[in-house]
């Protein structure tokens, strides 16, 4: 029987759209001075 229970992490990222999340990044140009790590990959 395969293990198919998702973690805790996984619902709390659910909440956030990632699509709504980049749209405000976009928005408010956050990742305007990225190094490394998008806002996105930074908040995960």
């Not at 395969?2 to 990632?18: A, E, G, M, W, Y």
């Not at 976009?26 to 806002?39: A, E, I, P, Y």
Request: no cysteine; charged share 30%; glycine share 2%.
């Amino acid at each position: 029987m395969k293990n198919t229970s998702v973690s805790l992490f996984r619902q709390v990222l659910d909440l956030i759209p990632k699509r709504e999340f980049e749209e405000i990044v976009m928005k408010h140009n956050g990742d305007k001075r990225k190094q490394s790590f998008d806002s996105w990959a930074h908040f995960v």
